[in-house]
């Protein structure tokens, strides 16, 4: 096992730790939201912390993306954290939320940990060296029916100028699959649909962290991932379709014609 994955498998297993004993205290809070907003971000920052004290203990000179505390530049290596992927739903109490690390080398993703602390499962990829979950290797399904297929989705919150190309999207989609799960954690999704939980997914106008480290445990268990146009500029876009082969280009022929120049 590369070294850096071991290091990302142990930030992610301590970030987990501690979610799981703040997710006891959360969700059952009865306080204003201003202060359960107030709880929630010192949640997330505690987490970051421990996830950036791990690896710039072992690798002092990487440099690290986060949601909270942007880009910290270092070398050619870059780790992209996302400390509680699915921050809605930890905030509720429901249960659907995941640690997200990725590292990159000079921009092209090698490593991927994606750990859901609450069925202690753990995804992780390296590159060229196939996907594993908790030690057991994936694949992605092989699903080619469109029609059979069970599919997740990313709904663009907070971004009203993509909203009717992606009811666009759903309305096709949900017409021609057996059914769309919108579950609020693109980590887990992508990670779902590694190990062959899901067909396919798409998302709009995510953010890096969202999807890095799954991504690449996508890829490694042999799924395609590309944007709306057809190509691997999502990292700049935010965009993405992914699924085996024939399901991602099944996928693709519905999603395209809703595609606004905004989108590409």
Partial sequence: MHPMLNIAIRAARNAGGLIQRSSENVGQLSISKKSKDDVITEVVRVVEQEITHVIKYAYPDHGIITEENGEQKGNDYTWVIDPINGITNFSHG??????????????????????????????????????????????????????????????PFK??????????????????????????????????????????FWGVGLKEWDFA????????????????????????????????????????????????????
């Fill in 94 to 155: 429901y249960p659907q939320y995941a640690v997200s690390i990725a590292l990159k080398n000079k921009g092209k993703t090698e490593i991927g940990v994606i750990y859901d602390p609450l069925k202690d499962e753990l995804f992780t990829a390296e590159k060229g060296g196939g996907a594993m979950l908790n030690n057991r290797r994936i694949r992605v399904t092989k699903q080619t029916d469109l029609s059979s297929a069970l599919l997740g989705t990313g709904f």
């Fill in 159 to 200: 971004q009203p100028q993509h909203i009717d190309a992606y009811m666009g999207m759903l309305k096709s989609l949900t017409a021609a699959t057996t059914g769309i799960r919108q579950a609020g954690s693109t980590a887990l999704d992508l990670a779902y649909l590694s190990v062959g939980q899901l067909d396919g």
């Fill in 213 to 264: 480290a799954g991504i690449l445990l996508v890829q490694e268990a042999g799924g395609v991932v590309t944007d709306f146009s057809f190509n691997d500029k999502y990292v700049k876009s935010g965009n993405i379709i992914t699924g085996n082969p024939k399901m991602h280009q099944a996928m693709y022929q519905l999603i395209e014609p809703h595609v606004t120049e905004l989108l590409k």
